[in-house]
């Protein structure tokens, strides 16, 4: 009965220290991983606006393409490309989210429901905008010569879609950042 006793007020510090030893570690963990969070939603904000920042300078850019397709609609002298180059080319914003594929490959299930969604939002929209813009592109490439009507107002179309998809990535990114 002795040796038990002295077994049991030998093992309870031992106990007591791991016990200690655990909380002590789960702190350090937790706190490591909220500075790691706020370091990557810092780095996230800021593409995230600049990304916002390279919209709203490309839209312009855009817009005078819509502009000098409705210019040169009903001309048939002139061609495609010939618009294309008076309008300074096709323009598309640069969307950033890398901090945002770091933490997916990484550390996913630190980020709240909400947040996850929000950013998962954003890069398929990003991936809708460039899809609409390689389209477009290609469909330039393909009617370089054209000087129908029919297709500049094809092109115009695809244009303002894409100018729409751009303002609703806008605002996605608008309603992450200030929340």
Known sequence: MKQIKQIVREIIPVIIGI???LVINNWNEERKDKKYLNQIFSSI???????????ERVLPKQKALI??????????????IDIVMIANGIQKPEIKTNSW???????????????LSALSDIEERKENINVRIE??????????QETDKRKKELLKLM?????????RLYSTIEEFIKN
């Open 19 to 21: 016990l200690i030893a």
């Open 45 to 55: 904000k800021m593409e995230l606006e600049e990304s916002n920042a390279d919209i």
């Open 67 to 80: 502009d000098s397709l409705d210019v040169y609609l009903d001309d048939e002298t002139v061609s495609l």
């Open 101 to 115: 594929k770091a933490i997916a490959n990484s550390k996913i299930e630190l980020i709240k429901y909400k947040q």
């Open 135 to 144: 389209k477009t592109t290609d469909f330039i490439f393909e009617n370089l």
């Open 159 to 167: 244009t303002i879609d894409a100018i729409n998809a751009e303002k």
